[in-house]
């Protein structure tokens, strides 16, 4: 009897998981396009997904279509996102386990500038990612220019366009190591982003399964060593933190 049960709760699980893979095969993951923490954050969340039967694919977008095409449901999830979202894109559903943690910094050319918080940027004019929705909520500037891709922020600095960027500092890292003069930033922390990966509603009952997977890579350290070894290949002289004391 309990070898019964046992093969009928299995043939169960199974159907629920097939019952979740898109018609095409593959179940689509939504980005923001170039953000270099989409490697890692990916590696962690397609991992949790083959554990669970299910082949994933990511793709990448300007971050505000990225979040429009998964709140849509014209693809299957969005990558990673702060909780800010959910005021405005109520058919996705966060997994409630956090992947990765991100410091959010102000970049400026002013040797002299001293941030700490968002309000220290009241005065100024700033320049955001597009669909960055929590550092849309939370900045108060003087101006704010929006953008589409983060390269593009720097053009603004330099430019002189704007007094200050704001990104995470996984971006803010990859992309001065690929800049001349990059001794010419600095850079102040000035809030903390942790992004959570999120379902549409269509695909509620994956999130006990993803749930569980998450939480068993992040008692393992799995996660860590994850995000350690991109740290590493991509800044191999980094002592610490995300990159080569590229910015100061």
Do not use: C
């Not at 043939?11 to 097939?18: E, F, G, K, Q, T």
């Not at 700033?126 to 849309?136: D, E, F, L, M, Y």
């Not at 549409?200 to 994956?206: A, D, P, T």
């Not at 997977?213 to 350690?228: N, V, Y």
């Amino acid at each position: 009897m309990l070898r019964t049960l046992s093969g009928l709760l299995l043939m169960l699980s199974s159907l629920l998981v097939a019952a979740e893979i898109p018609p095409n095969g593959v179940f689509v993951i939504s980005a923001t396009q170039g953000n270099p923490i989409n490697e890692p954050g990916y590696m962690i969340v397609r991992r949790a997904y083959a554990r669970l039967g299910i082949e994933t694919e990511m793709r990448e977008f300007p971050a505000s279509r990225a979040l429009l095409l998964a709140n849509n449901g014209e693809v299957d999830a969005e990558l990673g996102r702060n909780t800010a979202i959910e005021a405005n894109n109520s058919n996705l559903i966060r997994i409630p386990v956090l992947t990765i943690s991100l410091n959010m910094v102000a970049i400026t050319m002013d040797k002299e500038a001293s941030f700490s918080d968002f309000k220290d940027l009241q005065q100024l004019r700033v320049g955001h990612v597009r669909g960055a929705i929590r550092v849309q909520n939370k900045l108060k500037a003087r101006e704010v220019i929006k953008v589409s891709h983060p390269v593009q922020l720097f053009s603004l600095l330099r430019s002189g366009r704007t007094d200050a960027i704001v990104l995470n500092d996984m971006v803010a890292g990859y992309l001065i190591s690929q800049l001349e003069n990059p001794q010419q930033f600095y850079s102040h922390t000035i809030d903390t982003e942790t992004p959570f990966h999120y379902v549409h509603k269509k695909h509620r009952s994956l999130v006990k399964g993803l749930t569980r997977e998450f939480k068993a890579m992040h008692s393992s350290g799995e996660m860590k060593q994850i995000l350690d070894e991109f740290i590493r290949r991509l800044w191999p002289d980094a002592k610490e933190g995300f990159g080569p004391d590229i910015v100061k």
